[in-house]
């Protein structure tokens, strides 16, 4: 099973929530995270990996014809047990081995056709033009994380419909503080799969700030959460148990937003300088 994850402005915690639903997908299943974003990697830096095995070394072999199985000669392990292929920190080295691993017979496709085997591929922030699409237009399930401020919301808005059509499923995840979800869900007509809440402490884990185990915490729960829909059963049903953000929902308009983005919202309640996710500080889908 292929599951791309991927932003459309800022950083929302694409990457962090890519080893959290990694690190919380069912253990019987052979899990790896590919560093997949353009803009260049962060695994290595931030786990002390060294840059090589990983994206580049696989991409060089893959020149060749190889066999999909091949992957796992490239991989390197996180503490907890998470393999992963760690990007390139530069852009043109992660962009120039995108272009041989999104390729029709790419190796990672292979892997993630495997039985028993998860790919969670972490494609950054998908600009116009992204090398990453092409793997978008392989996966399963994209997951799309935006936070929920006016500008990251404006810039969601205007790519929501397109990007939600690149993958077969697409799902929309709000990250962290900012406008409450019911409100995204109201003003670009789209159901929000999960909120990732605000988890500074499970995000230092995650990011290799931390130490410890990882069970707790919202970020973590959410992290589980999701895994469960996704991972159960075949990805076409799994994607079927959870909202997704084609139009086929009744009433939806064909244009929700304006091209110029989504509608200003009344300003939300300010706590402690920031907007609460909700007047009684409880989200709905926190
Ligand atoms: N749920 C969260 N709660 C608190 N902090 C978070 C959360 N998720 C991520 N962070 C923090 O936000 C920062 C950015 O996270 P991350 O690198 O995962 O974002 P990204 O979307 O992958 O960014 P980029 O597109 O730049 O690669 C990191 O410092 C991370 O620890
Ligand atoms: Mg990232």
Not at 96 to 122: C, E, I, K, Q
Not at 222 to 243: E, I, M, W, Y
Request: aromatic share 4%; proline share 10%; charged share 15%.
């Amino acid at each position: 099973m292929l599951i791309a994850l991927a932003s459309v402005k800022g950083s929302p915690g694409v990457t962090t929530f890519a080893l959290a639903l990694a690190a919380n997908w069912p253990a019987d299943v052979r899990r790896v995270v590919v560093e997949c974003d353009p803009a260049g990697g962060d695994l290595a830096q931030r786990f002390g990996l060294a840059t090589s095995p990983g994206l580049l070394s696989l991409a060089a072999a893959a020149r060749q014809p190889v066999e999909p199985d091949v992957v796992w000669n490239h991989t390197q392990l996180l503490p907890d047990g998470i393999q992963v292929l760690p990007g390139p920190p530069g852009s043109q080295q992660a962009r120039a081995a995108l272009s041989t691993l999104t390729a029709p017979n790419s190796p990672l496709y292979g892997t993630a056709r495997r039985p028993a085997v998860a790919m969670f591929a972490d494609c950054g922030r998908l600009d116009p033009g992204s090398p990453a699409e092409v793997m978008i237009r392989h996966a399963d399930v994209l997951l799309l994380i935006s936070g929920t401020y006016n500008d990251e919301l404006a810039h969601l808005a205007t790519r929501i419909h397109e990007l939600g059509h690149t993958a077969a499923r697409a799902c929309l995840l709000l990250a962290g503080h900012g406008y409450p979800t019911h409100a995204v869900e109201r003003e670009l007509g789209i159901p929000v799969m999960a909120r990732i809440p605000d988890d500074p402490t499970a995000a230092a884990r995650y990011t290799g700030r931390a130490g410890g185990r990882r069970r707790t915490g919202g970020l973590t729960r959410v992290a589980k959460t999701v895994a469960q829909a996704l991972s159960s059963g075949s990805a076409r049903d799994a994607s079927r148990a959870v909202p997704d953000l084609m139009p086929h929902v009744p009433g939806v308009p064909a244009q929700p937003t304006a091209a110029s983005g989504v509608r200003v919202l009344p300003p939300p309640a300010l706590h402690n300088g920031h907007p609460h996710t909700s007047t009684s500080g409880k989200d709905v889908r926190s």
